[in-house]
């Protein structure tokens, strides 16, 4: 079973930077694809991008490419998501999410069975 847990939100204005971790445990990574989405109270779950755990290949959403950056540290087991530039839109709940990179696709929340319990990013003006 797989364990993740988000840190790092909080307030930012816009133009500024955050970064959120996302601490994995319960296993070993090698064959899974961790993810990052955002959810807005009354929306859908956004996908906005994801890495490859043992290659460290990334894949961003189109709405965050060039502003948000995702990596790992094998070593401590944990996620980050660098989020520069950001903008009152950007406000959300972040949550990371984890699957074995063989199933289902990665931009598709119902194909992650393990989830962090989110942590709040709030943009102002």
């Known amino acids: 079973q797989v364990q993740l847990a988000e840190s790092g939100g909080g307030e930012a204005q816009a133009g500024g930077s955050l970064r959120l971790s996302c601490a994995a445990s319960g296993r070993t990574f090698s064959n899974y694809v961790m993810c990052w989405f955002r959810q807005v109270v009354g929306k859908e779950r956004e996908y906005l991008g994801a890495i490859a755990w043992s290659s460290g290949n990334t894949y961003y959403a189109d709405a965050v490419k060039g502003r948000f950056t995702i990596s790992r540290d094998d070593a401590k087991n944990t996620m980050y998501l660098q989020m520069d530039n950001l903008k009152p839109e950007d406000t959300a709940i972040y949550y990371c999410?984890?699957?074995?990179?063989?199933?289902?696709?990665?931009?598709?929340?119902?194909?992650?069975?393990?989830w962090g319990q989110g942590t709040q990013v709030t943009v102002s003006t």
């Open positions: 999410a984890a699957k074995n990179r063989l199933a289902g696709t990665l931009f598709t929340p119902a194909a992650y069975p393990s």
